[in-house]
């Protein structure tokens, strides 16, 4: 089974911190995402990484960055948290397979800034 | 750009009764399309999918049909169970392999 690992279940951190939410997944995937859950909004892409190294931007970058150093593994950087990333984090990864190649979820780490 | 619009819940239904949940997009090009699943307390599962016009995707009861002319992929399920109550999104990808999806549709079926 294609298993997608994040580090945290639940955070909880301060305003001005620095957040560091890591995803790891088991099936050599080329391409990984991160994304945030708010109610009413659905799944917002933050960053998209299709190689080691590589990311494009998603729909709401800001105040996020994202670190690729091996294949596996994909971090998410909250620079300095706010409240207003209080939210479910979603991480996921598929193959470079083509646009109708599944895309397999973590649990989700659900951060609460305070 | 390329987006998912799909229906505003909640949805509660009685068991045995019919599900539609309704997806509509914008993209450019051909983009595959998808059903995830979320159950309460999990991450997000694929339900279906297809990956080009006039593809029915089906799955544990479920089936979507990718409407090219009307840019629609409604999921439908003709008698729900309380098991399926969860939250259903609706999902793009076009070949630049960026994942979008629809703001959910929380499906409550009661006994």
């Known amino acids: 089974d294609v298993k997608v690992t994040q580090s945290s279940r639940y955070l909880v951190k301060r305003t001005g911190e620095k957040v560091f939410l890591e995803c790891v997944q088991d099936m050599d995937h080329e391409n990984m995402f991160w994304y945030r859950q708010d109610p009413g909004l659905g799944l917002r892409l933050i960053y998209f990484s299709y190689d080691v190294k590589m990311k494009e931007k998603g729909d709401i970058p800001e105040g996020y960055s994202v670190s690729r150093e091996k294949k596996e593994r994909f971090s998410l950087i909250l620079e300095s948290a706010s409240t207003n990333q209080t939210s479910m984090y979603l991480c996921a990864s598929s193959f470079a397979g083509g646009a109708g190649t599944e895309a397999f979820f973590g649990q989700g780490t659900r951060l609460t800034v305070v | 750009g390329n987006s998912v619009t799909q229906m505003e819940g909640p949805v509660t239904l009685s068991e045995e009764a019919f599900l539609t949940i309704n997806c509509t997009y914008t993209a450019t090009g051909y983009p595959s399309l998808f059903w995830y699943v979320q159950y309460p307390g999990e991450g997000l599962q694929l339900l279906l999918k297809?990956?080009?016009?006039?593809d029915k995707g089906s799955n544990k009861g479920f089936e979507a049909t990718y409407r090219k002319e009307t840019t629609s992929f409604h999921l439908e399920k003709g008698s729900v169970q309380v098991s399926d109550s969860a939250v259903y999104f609706c999902a793009l990808r076009p070949n630049d392999y960026k994942l979008s999806f629809g703001a959910g549709t929380t499906v409550t079926v009661r006994a």
């Open positions: 297809a990956t080009k016009a006039d």
